[in-house]
């Protein structure tokens, strides 16, 4: 299951005006299935009809720093355009080792220059955003964590509460699965079951799965997102992606 609470946007409600199809003070329900995406919408007669949903999927790592703004920015997004938000967690740390990158390696300069566009980033959109003091992690855990909770219908929340965690709270404890059970008791699961699901040879190729797919179409740093065929990366293309829903909600 994936990403729930922005599934919902703007279909809470009971619709108080005529539609243009005829079908008077109707109630809209939403849910995905496992092969398609769809909006249903019911009237009182029984009248059912489809309308594909907006993806947005996003390819993120808990290391990405801009991926924790990708997270907060879209939100409006996908609130303005009705989409829907799909998570895949990709092993970034597995992606720069295989291509010899090492991002602390970068000059001085440069990464004085990062953290000091990423305050600007913070203090433009009001985010308590604090750079961590242990950076980078590892986080493979967290990922396949993530995992986990997809299949207990709660990945959107752990997403949430694990960003907010290290990049707001200074937390590194969380790269450990010791660090996770505060957000895991908050959850409602129980350590031990998170951490025999997060460990599970299932989930374990899972995320192998989902970093292989990532790099299959193109994914080289988080966060990437698609529309569609369109790839974009990057905290600063959210006018894109929001063109591109736009462009393509009639397809």
Known sequence: MHAGPNCDAGL?????????IGLN?????????????????????????EMSTKQVE?????????????????KPVLERTGAELILHPFNLGY?????????????????????????????????PF??????????????RGALAMRQLGLEMQYVDAIFEAYWE????SIQN??????????????????ETLSESDEVRDQLIESTNRGLERGVFGAPSMF?????????????????????TRND
């Open 169 to 172: 709270k200074d937390d590194a």
């Open 227 to 247: 529309v569609g065929d369109e790839h974009f990366w990057g905290k600063d293309r959210m006018e894109f992606i929001e063109d591109e829903l736009l462009r």
């Open 58 to 74: 996003m390819y993120w790592d808990i290391g990405s720093t801009n991926t924790y703004f990708a997270l907060k920015l879209i």
């Open 12 to 20: 809470n409600c009971d619709a108080g005006q005529n539609c243009d």
């Open 95 to 127: 992606v720069f080792r295989n291509n010899n990158y090492i991002l602390m390696d970068e000059p001085p300069a440069k990464l004085a220059n990062r953290k000091r566009d990423l305050v600007r980033w913070a203090e433009k959109y009001a985010l």
């Open 177 to 194: 699965y010791d660090g996770l059970r505060p957000i895991v008791s908050r959850l409602g699961l129980t350590h031990d079951r998170f």
């Open 25 to 49: 003070w109707f109630r809209m329900d939403h849910w995905r299935t496992q092969h398609s995406h769809k909006r249903v919408v019911r009237n009182n007669p029984g009248i059912i009809v």
């Open 130 to 143: 604090r750079f961590p003091s242990e950076f980078p992690i590892k986080t493979s855990r967290v990922l």
